[in-house]
């Protein structure tokens, strides 16, 4: 049988619904052969992040070039890379194996406040990463340390997705899902010319731990089935509703998406879980 591949290259989230197993099960739910490459191991549940163990650049490197020499990919999601030298060392291997469908998903900081990357680090993040994404997606504060702008206004997150592909990325997706006060979660995608907009209801829910990490390898799988960035993204956006409309009530604190959700639904004509 042969396949569609996808790699992501994250940290793992013991909690099962961020990082590395939030990426995983998305791509098996797309019909997307899985692979992961760890950056970094953290103890986090729905209460927060306990611990994060970063692994040596090296080990990324060495386990790109696994996946590289042998299986190969059709598209790459990166998501906590921690510090500027795990950064340089995941931008070098994937130019060196000329990859192009690149979904960079710029992760910072876990819900609970814990800082998934080093300060340092976001020069590296601009200058190594950005160029090589096809397809980059900051949530509003992520967008706003990577230009240094405070961004507000509709007119404020344009002219951010100007200037992240000014840096290279070239399809820029401005999530909405911080914009609390506002009823509908929009997100802006700028393909260097035009703007086009997604827009959803927005779920009143505090189980939303890995939507993040959730709608970015979405985007990723649907790349890596030859669908265009628009397509991959209107796709991702319907995934990531039902992910959340469908949410795990599991721990104390805020529960993860549905990875089930969109293909159950699919396959039930559009009903909701029990
Ligand atoms: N309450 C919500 N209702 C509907 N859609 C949402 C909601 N919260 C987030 N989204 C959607 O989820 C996707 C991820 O957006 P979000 O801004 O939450 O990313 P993020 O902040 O990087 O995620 P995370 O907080 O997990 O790191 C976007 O498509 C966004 O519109
Ligand atoms: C390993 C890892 N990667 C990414 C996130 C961000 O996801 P969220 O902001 O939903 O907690 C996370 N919490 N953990």
Redesign the pocket.
């Known amino acids: 049988m042969k396949v569609k591949k996808a790699l992501t290259i994250?940290?793992?989230?013991s909690g099962g619904?961020?990082?590395?197993q939030a990426d995983i099960k998305t791509f098996q739910e797309l019909g997307v052969y899985g692979m992961s490459v760890l950056t970094?191991v953290?103890s986090?549940n729905t209460l927060g992040?306990q611990a994060v163990y970063p692994l040596p650049p090296e080990a990324a490197a060495r386990q790109i070039q696994s996946i590289g020499e042998d299986i190969g990919t059709d598209a790459v999601k990166t998501?906590?890379l921690f510090d500027a030298a795990v950064i340089k060392s995941v931008a070098r291997s994937i130019s060196s194996f000329g990859w192009e469908k690149v979904v960079v998903d710029p992760?910072m900081i876990?819900?609970g406040g814990t800082s998934?990357l080093q300060k340092e680090a976001i020069a590296a993040l601009k200058e190594d990463l950005l160029p090589l994404a096809m397809v980059v997606t900051p949530n509003i504060p992520e967008a706003e340390e990577l230009t240094g702008m405070a961004i507000k206004t509709e007119e404020e997150k344009k002219e951010a997705a100007r200037v992240l592909h000014r840096l290279g990325a070239s399809h820029v997706v401005m999530k909405g899902g911080h914009d609390e006060d506002v009823e509908k979660a929009v997100d802006i995608l700028f393909d260097g010319e035009n703007f086009f907009y997604f827009t959803s209801p927005r779920i009143q829910t505090k189980n939303?731990?890995?939507?993040?990490?959730t709608f970015s390898s979405a985007i990723a799988a649907e790349l890596a089935k030859g669908h265009s960035v628009y397509n991959a993204v209107s796709t991702a956006k319907q995934f990531i509703q039902a992910a959340i409309e469908d949410s795990i009530q599991i721990g104390n604190g805020h529960g993860p998406t549905n990875h089930w959700a969109f293909g159950r639904r699919n396959q039930l004509g559009g009903k909701a879980l029990e």
């Open positions: 994250a940290g793992s989230d619904g961020a990082g590395i970094a953290t986090q992040v998501g906590m992760v876990a819900k998934l939303t731990h890995g939507t993040g990490c």
